[in-house]
């Protein structure tokens, strides 16, 4: 399972790219350290792996663990657990809405070559 999370908000089809080059095309991911100046420059925070745990807590960007995922306030504990039927969202606060986004065409052209 990969995850992304934009804890200030962010475009749905950015982050659906974002997991494409992380699932199709194992686009490296980067860990910088604590307190690095570009931590808040990141819109957007990938997780991967088995179970993946929302907090708030952390610094975006500099967490290795992968099972940890920063985000908004008010997503802070759900916690995401992927198996073969699909995944199983826990810990989710009276006040958030849950709802399935549709996989979005990405408008990728076929080039061919003579």
Known sequence: MVAVS???GGSPDAAWMLI???????LPLVVIPRNHP???RLRYVVSAGEE???SCTIERGTHPEQH???SSEEMGGIR???NASGILVSGVPDEVDI??????SLHLQEWSFL
């Open 80 to 82: 995401l657990l992927g």
């Open 52 to 54: 993946i745990l929302l």
């Open 6 to 8: 934009a804890p200030e």
């Open 20 to 26: 494409e080059l992380v699932r199709t095309h194992r």
């Open 99 to 104: 709802r399935v986004v549709p996989t979005p």
């Open 38 to 40: 570009g931590s808040r």
């Open 68 to 70: 940890l995922l920063c």
